[in-house]
């Protein structure tokens, strides 16, 4: 059900404010839905941001990793180092160009809350961010 505000919040955004460029971040489950968004709107979307995605549901009968083999954009993904094999998979089929996937060196937390300043290793999340990010305004 979150899915279609996803979709409402591109259209709304798209039509009242014509952005330049378009990037969509999402957390833990909607990092998953982050990439499907992705997927289905390659015209409107220019990255997207994942932080801890996984096979958390099916989509209409899909899994997120096949709607990561249709991504065009750059992605970039990232989790706590435990949960890498959580979101591999999805990283994997995603073959456009520009992605970053970054596991930390050590533990990191789920989530967006990596970059909370209180995750210890918050610096180190941050510059992949931001080295992403960069190569995006490189483009």
Not at 91 to 110: K, M, N, T, Y
Not at 120 to 139: D, G, I, K, M, T
């Amino acid at each position: 059900d979150a899915y279609l505000d996803l979709v409402g919040a591109l259209d709304y955004v798209e039509e009242q404010f014509s952005p330049e460029t378009m990037i969509v971040w999402g957390s833990s489950y909607s990092a998953s839905l982050a990439l499907i968004l992705a997927a289905e709107h390659p015209e409107e979307i220019d990255a997207a941001l994942s932080f801890s995605p996984g096979e958390y549901f099916l989509y209409n009968d899909q899994r997120v990793e096949d709607y990561a083999a249709q991504i065009t954009q750059p992605v970039f993904i990232t989790s706590a180092k435990h949960e890498e094999n959580s979101w591999r998979g999805i990283a994997d089929r995603i073959s456009s160009a520009g992605c970053l996937f970054f596991v930390p060196e050590e533990g990191g937390v789920h989530g967006s809350s990596a970059l909370l300043e209180q995750t210890p290793n918050h610096a180190e999340y941050w510059s992949a961010v931001e080295q992403f990010l960069s190569s995006l305004r490189a483009e």
